[in-house]
């Protein structure tokens, strides 16, 4: 048997070294083949993480609120959830943390095959306001435990995480709204930018050595590439780089795009696309420096922005699909209701109704991109031949079944069958 998903379109082969080709060698639970039986193949989920943040969907976890329709129409396109641990909502009373809210997520979306997030343990935004007052000795510790809490807390369910964020820019931030410096600021001015990358991932992994760390920023300039020199120099271990892409004034283009992939893919390390966004309304002025400052009462999406964001999304996920170095890609919106900066940048309306954003995604991650359900026959010594894009599979056979993880390039397993 050999089952094959359909050849990459004309243009798009560049993808190539996301395929799988695997010689699978079904055998019983005593590990003898198991010829000439009528065998299924599905895909069930990508090795390529096509993301999106799971914030929609916390009131439906918890019973809250009914929200079906918007939890299947996230399923049907992502696999890959990132839920939110921003401090000073997740803890705003000291020592009450809405621990159970966030686990409901989790668990939710793990139930459902997906894999989940966690973002961010160490960032000077959105903090908590009792700690801004503390002395410093008092605000490290503090630190320490919120993220030993965190991370141990939801081994198992969230094994990654955003560890830190935009430390680039942490020790210059003083924009409080109260007027007063924030308490990480203040740490990030005494320990310097790799002493808080230091203190944030020796915490996550002593929490929890199997852990899959990040540091993520929005500012991508030769700054944040000299910070992850002097992080790796000091032999602090990261497992990716995380580069936002938020796009309110524009597409980036596919140049631009592959120059990322390659800058941050020098490292050595899988890069992810963390936070992508493309508006599917007027575009944001192109003098806004931060994208903070323009946040319009009413910002409409529009039928020619939709069409726009269709076209720039797909060209978005084909361009980075075609990066080696790319491990992932988040969409920062799954809906328009309660959006970053109220900015139209979702693949659904506020009132759940799909854009053609949603369509596009969906004929390519789940389309074109996707091995779907196919039958045949092992042969005479239990072989079955399987051609698709690299990612976890079903084989069912005979009443029996097995997962199995399929990965770039050529290989050869046994698959043991189980009832």
Same mark, same amino acid.
């Given at each position: 048997?050999?089952?094959?998903?359909?050849?990459?379109?004309?243009?798009?082969?560049?993808?190539?070294?996301?395929?799988a080709?695997?010689?699978?060698?079904?055998v019983?639970?005593?590990?003898?083949?198991?010829p000439?039986?009528?065998?299924?193949?599905s895909?069930?989920?990508h090795?390529?993480?096509?993301?999106?943040?799971?914030?929609?969907?916390?009131?439906?976890?918890?019973?809250?609120?009914?929200?079906?329709?918007l939890g299947?129409?996230?399923?049907?396109?992502?696999?890959?959830?990132?839920?939110?641990?921003?401090?000073?909502?997740?803890?705003?009373?000291?020592?009450? +943390?809405?621990?159970e809210?966030?686990?409901?997520?989790?668990?939710?979306?793990?139930?459902?095959?997906?894999?989940v =997030?966690?973002?961010?343990?160490?960032?000077?935004?959105?903090?908590?306001?009792?700690?801004?007052?503390? +002395?410093l000795?008092?605000?490290?510790?503090?630190?320490?435990?919120?993220?030993?809490?965190?991370?141990?807390?939801?081994?198992?369910?969230?094994?990654?995480?955003?560890?830190? $964020?935009?430390?680039?820019?942490?020790?210059?931030?003083?924009?409080? +709204?109260?007027?007063?410096? $924030?308490?990480?600021?203040?740490l990030?001015r005494?320990?310097?930018?790799?002493?808080?990358?230091?203190?944030?991932?020796?915490?996550?992994?002593?929490? $929890?050595?199997?852990?899959?760390?990040?540091?993520?920023?929005?500012?991508?300039?030769?700054?944040?590439?000299?910070?992850?020199?002097?992080?790796?120099?000091?032999?602090?271990?990261?497992?990716?780089?995380?580069?936002?892409?938020?796009m309110?004034?524009?597409?980036?283009?596919?140049?631009?795009?592959?120059?990322?992939?390659?800058?941050?893919?020098?490292?050595?390390?899988?890069?992810?696309?963390?936070?992508?966004?493309?508006?599917?309304?007027d575009?944001?002025?192109?003098?806004?420096?931060?994208?903070?400052?323009?946040?319009?009462?009413?910002?409409?999406?529009?039928?020619?922005?939709?069409?726009?964001?269709?076209?720039?999304?797909?060209?978005?996920?084909?361009?980075?699909?075609?990066?080696?170095?790319?491990?992932?890609?988040?969409?920062?919106g799954?809906?328009?209701?309660?959006?970053?900066?109220?900015? +139209?940048?979702?693949?659904?309306?506020?009132?759940?109704?799909? =854009?053609?954003?949603?369509?596009?995604?969906?004929?390519?991650?789940?389309?074109?991109?996707w091995?779907?359900?196919t039958?045949?026959?092992?042969?005479?010594?239990?072989?079955?031949?399987?051609?698709g894009?690299?990612?976890?599979?079903?084989?069912?056979?005979?009443?029996?079944?097995?997962e199995?993880?399929l990965?770039?390039?050529?290989?050869?397993?046994?698959?043991?069958?189980?009832?």
């Amino acid at each position: 048997m050999t089952s094959r998903a359909a050849a990459p379109a004309a243009g798009d082969t560049r993808i190539a070294h996301r395929l799988a080709d695997a010689e699978l060698v079904l055998v019983d639970e005593h590990g003898e083949p198991l010829p000439h039986l009528e065998v299924e193949v599905s895909q069930r989920q990508h090795a390529l993480e096509f993301g999106c943040i799971g914030f929609d969907l916390l009131d439906h976890a918890q019973g809250i609120r009914d929200r079906s329709a918007l939890g299947d129409d996230w399923l049907a396109l992502f696999d890959t959830a990132t839920l939110p641990f921003y401090w000073g909502d997740f803890e705003p009373e000291r020592g009450a +943390p809405a621990t159970e809210r966030l686990r409901a997520g989790a668990e939710w979306f793990v139930d459902r095959g997906v894999r989940v =997030k966690g973002h961010p343990l160490v960032w000077h935004t959105v903090m908590v306001p009792w700690l801004d007052e503390a +002395p410093l000795a008092e605000v490290e510790a503090v630190l320490r435990a919120r993220i030993r809490r965190e991370v141990a807390g939801f081994a198992g369910l969230i094994d990654t995480w955003d560890v830190i $964020n935009e430390v680039v820019i942490m020790p210059e931030f003083d924009n409080e +709204p109260s007027g007063r410096m $924030n308490a990480i600021t203040r740490l990030a001015r005494e320990l310097g930018r790799v002493g808080m990358v230091r203190l944030a991932v020796e915490e996550a992994r002593a929490a $929890n050595p199997a852990v899959r760390l990040l540091i993520n920023d929005f500012d991508l300039s030769v700054r944040y590439e000299r910070l992850l020199d002097d992080v790796l120099e000091a032999g602090i271990q990261l497992d990716a780089i995380g580069v936002q892409t938020h796009m309110h004034q524009g597409f980036r283009g596919e140049q631009q795009l592959a120059e990322l992939a390659e800058r941050f893919g020098r490292f050595g390390l899988p890069v992810h696309f963390t936070e992508t966004s493309l508006v599917s309304g007027d575009l944001m002025p192109a003098e806004i420096v931060d994208l903070n400052d323009f946040q319009p009462e009413h910002w409409p999406s529009t039928a020619e922005g939709e069409q726009r964001q269709a076209d720039e999304l797909e060209r978005h996920y084909r361009a980075l699909a075609a990066q080696p170095a790319v491990e992932s890609i988040t969409d920062w919106g799954l809906t328009d209701e309660g959006a970053w900066l109220g900015a +139209p940048i979702g693949v659904l309306h506020a009132d759940g109704s799909r =854009k053609p954003a949603f369509d596009r995604v969906q004929g390519l991650v789940r389309g074109e991109w996707w091995l779907a359900p196919t039958r045949g026959r092992s042969d005479g010594e239990g072989r079955v031949r399987v051609h698709g894009f690299a990612g976890q599979y079903a084989i069912t056979a005979a009443g029996c079944s097995a997962e199995v993880a399929l990965t770039a390039g050529s290989s050869s397993s046994r698959v043991t069958l189980l009832p």
